[in-house]
């Protein structure tokens, strides 16, 4: 394909392709690890690429009142957590004239999401709530579904219809005819009264039946997952205000002797994956019997933070209410950095807000308010930049800074929530003032599961073999038992 059609492809999307695995194995999974059947996805989606620049589209090569009308953004999560990709459908009319710029629309918002979350998969909604027969445009809706099927692999989770008017049944019909057998099982027809199957009311509009009062607006772009940064100490909430003075400042002091322990340890470790005994503190005694097990870690070009992807609170039951994230400086320079989240409301962080000197770990303590409970859907998001060594690294420095520095030079790391009914999570929490790290990684449990299959496997050999002595033995028995009786019957007619 590449010598016949070099041409008609963008070089940066061949060697992306040359170098990104994860990109080729959707490719692969998207058409069921069939290599020509993925080599002709390969060669249409790259040549599509080159034809819309998808490379190049960016907010300066679209017209603003696209943007401005609302009809296409993301915002939310699903119940399975997977990012909403809305589709308002009473904005957009048919026009030929614009219908090359609103594809383009599609495909801005396709990559600038594909870029900033590494590909992770949609759900679509079209919210047709108010919608008629000028509404239908089969020309637009077969370009969405094409980028679905044959330019962006295994991006699609579902695709979720609101209310779709009953004069609209003949025209999807006919797109269902254009979607594969994959495709059209990620169908949901939905209502008012089922719609919070597939998404919780915190992230559905009251006209769909919930209570986000999320609205769009433009400029800036929307950006709606990280809004809000958190103050140094997090939001304080009505229903947080029982805590008192000194439990924060309890808390604090919990937070510096871990930074303290922390920092004792970092000289010991030869990398961030591994962590030594803990010294002795003076009022905590850290002394692990066992080296404690490697952690995943994300290693940035500014700061490692560890864990890598997945924050882990216990459920109400449980009562884990803190994890820990760490970072640390791989720069010579000092790095900003700051924390944002999805629900504010939720959490404290501890710093949301400050600077990690060079070479050295930092801790934050993230912290659930009182009759909160975590979701699947919470997001964080750590931003780092590097400072010059000038800069000083006060809070007016780093709201100067933070206002200067370009969005190129800002290195960004999500985290997601997760909730475990296990009294001892997987991944960085605090507890009883020591490191709770995980006894049990996916890893183990899979290492764990093949293993005990492979004794249920021997266990079965071992019954099948003891059955079939069993039935031999029952054969045997009944030839000795026929034979002793012939005997007996010969010398019994011999006698007479």
Same mark, same amino acid.
């Given at each position: 394909?590449?010598?016949?059609?070099?041409?008609?492809?963008?070089?940066?999307?061949?060697?992306? /392709?040359?170098?990104?695995?994860?990109?080729?194995?959707? *490719?692969?999974?998207?058409?069921?690890?069939?290599?020509?059947?993925?080599?002709?996805?390969?060669?249409?989606?790259?040549?599509? %690429?080159?034809?819309?620049?998808?490379?190049?589209?960016?907010?300066?090569?679209?017209?603003?009142?696209?943007?401005?009308?609302?009809?296409?953004?993301?915002?939310?999560?699903?119940?399975?957590?997977?990012?909403?990709?809305?589709?308002?459908?009473?904005?957009?009319? %048919?026009? &030929?004239?614009?219908?090359?710029?609103?594809?383009?629309?599609?495909?801005?918002?396709?990559?600038?999401?594909?870029?900033?979350?590494?590909?992770?998969?949609?759900? !679509?909604?079209?919210?047709?709530?108010? #919608?008629?027969?000028?509404?239908?445009?089969?020309?637009?809706?077969?370009?969405?579904?094409?980028?679905?099927?044959?330019?962006?692999?295994?991006?699609?989770?579902?695709?979720?219809?609101?209310?779709?008017?009953?004069?609209?049944?003949?025209?999807?019909?006919?797109?269902?005819?254009?979607?594969?057998?994959?495709?059209?099982?990620?169908?949901?027809?939905?209502?008012?009264?089922? !719609?919070?199957?597939?998404?919780?009311?915190?992230?559905?509009?009251?006209?769909?039946?919930?209570?986000?009062?999320?609205?769009? @607006?433009?400029?800036?772009?929307?950006?709606?997952?990280?809004?809000?940064?958190?103050?140094?100490?997090?939001?304080?909430?009505?229903?947080?205000?029982?805590?008192?003075?000194?439990?924060?400042?309890?808390? #604090?002091?919990?937070?510096?002797?871990?930074?303290?322990?922390?920092?004792?340890?970092?000289?010991?470790?030869?990398?961030?994956?591994?962590?030594?005994?803990?010294?002795?503190?003076?009022?905590?005694?850290?002394? &692990?019997?066992?080296?404690?097990?490697?952690?995943?870690?994300?290693?940035?070009?500014?700061?490692?933070?560890?864990?890598?992807?997945? /924050?882990?609170?216990?459920?109400?039951? #449980?009562?884990?209410?803190?994890?820990?994230?760490?970072?640390?400086n791989v720069t010579k320079n000092?790095?900003?950095f700051k924390v944002r989240t999805?629900?504010?409301?939720? *959490?404290?962080?501890?710093?949301?807000?400050?600077?990690?000197?060079?070479?050295?770990?930092?801790?934050?303590?993230?912290?659930?308010?009182?009759?909160?409970?975590?979701?699947?859907?919470?997001?964080?998001?750590?931003?780092?930049?590097?400072?010059?060594?000038?800069?000083?690294?006060? !809070? &007016?420095?780093?709201?100067?800074?933070?206002?200067?520095?370009?969005?190129?030079?800002?290195?960004?790391? %999500?985290?997601?929530?997760?909730?475990?009914? @296990?009294?001892?999570?997987?991944?960085?929490?605090?507890?009883?003032?020591?490191?709770?790290?995980?006894?049990?990684?996916?890893?183990?449990?899979?290492?764990?599961?093949?293993?005990?299959?492979?004794?249920?496997?021997?266990?079965?050999?071992?019954?099948?073999?003891?059955?079939?002595?069993?039935?031999?033995?029952? !054969?045997?028995?009944?030839?000795?038992?026929?034979?002793?009786?012939?005997?007996?019957?010969?010398?019994?007619?011999?006698?007479?």
């Open positions: 394909y590449f010598l016949d059609k070099s041409d008609k492809y963008d070089s940066r999307d061949v060697e992306r /392709l040359q170098q990104d695995d994860k990109w080729v194995e959707n *490719y692969l999974i998207w058409r069921h690890d069939v290599v020509d059947d993925t080599l002709k996805m390969i060669d249409e989606s790259f040549q599509w %690429r080159k034809e819309y620049t998808v490379n190049d589209l960016s907010e300066s090569v679209l017209p603003k009142w696209l943007f401005e009308i609302g009809a296409l953004f993301l915002h939310g999560y699903d119940k399975e957590g997977y990012k909403l990709f809305w589709f308002k459908v009473k904005h957009h009319t %048919r026009d &030929p004239k614009q219908q090359l710029d609103k594809k383009k629309l599609v495909a801005f918002w396709l990559e600038h999401y594909a870029k900033r979350d590494h590909g992770k998969p949609l759900t !679509v909604v079209f919210d047709m709530a108010e #919608t008629g027969i000028s509404h239908i445009d089969l020309d637009f809706v077969r370009f969405i579904v094409n980028c679905f099927t044959d330019y962006y692999p295994n991006f699609l989770t579902k695709i979720v219809i609101f209310e779709m008017p009953w004069i609209m049944n003949a025209a999807f019909k006919i797109v269902k005819g254009w979607l594969g057998p994959d495709a059209i099982s990620m169908l949901k027809f939905t209502n008012k009264s089922d !719609v919070q199957e597939y998404i919780s009311g915190e992230y559905l509009p009251p006209h769909m039946g919930g209570t986000d009062s999320f609205k769009y @607006s433009y400029p800036p772009l929307v950006d709606d997952d990280f809004q809000t940064p958190l103050c140094e100490n997090g939001p304080i909430t009505s229903e947080d205000e029982h805590e008192s003075k000194e439990e924060i400042d309890a808390d #604090t002091k919990e937070a510096g002797e871990l930074n303290e322990a922390q920092n004792l340890n970092q000289k010991k470790m030869n990398s961030i994956e591994q962590i030594s005994k803990s010294e002795e503190t003076d009022k905590t005694e850290v002394k &692990p019997k066992n080296a404690k097990k490697a952690l995943t870690t994300f290693k940035g070009p500014l700061l490692h933070i560890s864990p890598a992807e997945e /924050l882990y609170f216990g459920s109400k039951e #449980t009562g884990e209410k803190k994890c820990l994230i760490v970072l640390t000092v790095v900003a999805t629900a504010p409301e939720k *959490y404290r962080v501890k710093p949301s807000n400050s600077s990690c000197e060079p070479g050295t770990s930092l801790d934050i303590i993230v912290s659930l308010h009182g009759g909160f409970a975590a979701s699947l859907q919470d997001r964080f998001l750590i931003m780092a930049a590097e400072m010059d060594q000038s800069s000083g690294a006060g !809070v &007016p420095e780093l709201t100067q800074f933070w206002k200067e520095v370009p969005r190129t030079k800002v290195m960004e790391h %999500r985290l997601r929530c997760h909730v475990i009914e @296990s009294s001892k999570p997987s991944s960085l929490s605090l507890k009883d003032n020591a490191f709770n790290i995980p006894a049990k990684t996916n890893e183990d449990l899979h290492i764990q599961l093949t293993h005990l299959l492979q004794i249920n496997k021997r266990l079965e050999e071992q019954m099948n073999r003891c059955l079939w002595f069993q039935q031999l033995s029952v !054969v045997l028995s009944l030839l000795s038992v026929t034979v002793a009786a012939f005997c007996f019957y010969l010398a019994y007619a011999q006698g007479s």
